[in-house]
């Protein structure tokens, strides 16, 4: 019998069962459901297709770190499996891409007078000796999704596609940049709520 996955953001946002986030929580079974399912969609498929687990936790790990998500890069490097020298390099690559955002070029135009110079990240020699070229250049797209998306383009899908990653491939990277980001706010908002409500109870408490 298959053991049903703990609901991730509830474990993230360290929330309990009755407590006051929980039953917020509760009042939208439909949303918490669903972020569910996109979790299990993206990081528990019932076939890995084009990237493999590995793959995937290492560009989780590696997001949920540029965002200082420390509750998620622990709960993302440990779906790492078997090889120490990616994940000590995974960490040292977090360590070197963490920056300030976003920033970047539009296309010439009205947008242009909003262009913030930022440095572009590229993996170390070591680095990419440890993760390989494929992950390598998964990175580097993830650091450009996170700090620099204006400046997306073919050609930045061009690198992807050159260092050996799929079309199909392309999407699911993509889609797990994005869910690591909406997970990240609905944790860092549910912690919030977590501590305000817990505050108002205890000043009730208190006047009582």
Known sequence: MTV???????????LHPGSFVDRIRKERPETRTNAQKSYLALFEPAHE????????????????????????????VSGIEGDAAVIAAVKSEI???RTSGPYGKYPSGPLSREDKPGPVFTVSESGRKALGQKLSAALEHSHLLVYRPRE???????????????TTALV???????????????????AALSEA????????????
């Open 197 to 208: 409500g817990e505050g108002t109870l205890a000043s009730a408490t208190a006047a009582e």
């Open 152 to 166: 997306a383009s073919p050609e930045a899908l061009q690198a992807l596609l050159d260092a050996g990653w799929t």
């Open 4 to 14: 049903p996955t703990p609901d991730v953001i509830d474990r993230l946002a360290d």
């Open 95 to 97: 360590e070197a891409g």
């Open 172 to 190: 699911t990277l993509s889609q797990i940049v994005a869910f690591l980001a909406f997970q990240i706010r609905v944790v860092t908002g549910l």
């Open 49 to 76: 297709g084009d990237v493999t687990r590995t793959e995937r936790f290492v560009v989780a790990t590696f997001v949920a770190g540029l965002h200082r998500a420390d509750a998620a890069e622990a709960f993302y």
